[in-house]
T-cell receptor, first 113, second 116 residues
């Protein structure tokens, strides 16, 4: 069966460190992979999209890697700040008709001052 | 630019009652999604519209859920009759399909449903 796996345990790190979140998937051939941020009581907010033929993408303090051989994406936040504390969701889109994002359960990140 | 508007933000009903949620997309966004997010889980797709046509409703429990998008703008999601397991946040998201595709979904704040 198809699965998108993100750590269910919260990731706790100290301010200034690099946070690394993992998204693993099975039985998917995604054309795109996206990362979203979700704060409590709010809707998800789009952060980055990476295509299957891209290895890495950066945006300010954010970096996403996409390894289609390992079936894994890593999401990095450098120089983390307490304001980065949130739940981070990965979403896969497969090609073949319409692109419909399928979400993982998300990983909670807590950055301690 | 105004974001995706959803209402109501909160709704509490008894089981077997009905409820309706409304979504007003960003102007010009042709694609609209309804997702269900149960506490501690990721959003799960219920239905996707392209303009006023249904693209995918394979995960919509059609015996109790219905959705429409008249005139290709606003959309409503209805649950009738509600069950306890329908307690969740219902998220509306829209996507611009003009020009080259960015893949970015714009979400509303969600409608939180509690079924007692």
């Amino acid at each position: 069966s198809q699965k998108i796996e993100q750590n269910s345990e919260a990731l706790n790190i100290q301010e200034g460190k690099t946070a690394t979140l993992t998204c693993n998937y099975t039985n998917y051939s995604p054309a795109y992979l996206q990362w979203y941020r979700q704060d409590p009581g709010r809707g998800p907010v789009f952060l980055l999209l990476i295509r299957e033929n891209e290895k890495e993408k950066r945006k300010e303090r954010l970096k996403v890697t996409f390894d289609t051989t390992l079936k894994q994406s890593l999401f990095h936040i450098t120089a983390s700040q307490p304001a980065d504390s949130a739940t981070y969701l990965c979403a896969l889109e497969t090609s073949g008709g319409s692109y419909i994002p399928t979400f993982g359960r998300g990983t909670s990140l807590i950055v301690h001052p | 630019e105004a974001g995706v508007a959803q209402s109501p933000r909160y709704k509490i009903i008894e089981k077997r009652q009905s409820v309706a949620f409304w979504c007003n997309p960003i102007s010009g966004h042709a694609t609209l999604y309804w997702y269900q997010q149960i506490l501690g889980q990721g959003p799960k797709l219920l239905i996707q519209f392209q303009n006023n046509g249904v693209v995918d409703d394979s995960q919509l429990p059609k015996d109790r859920f219905s959705a429409e998008r008249l005139k290709g703008v606003d959309s409503t999601l209805k649950i009738q009759p509600a069950k306890l397991e329908d307690s969740a946040v219902y998220l509306c998201a829209t996507e611009s399909t003009s020009g080259s595709r960015t893949g970015e979904l714009f979400f509303g704040e969600g409608s939180r449903l509690t079924v007692l």
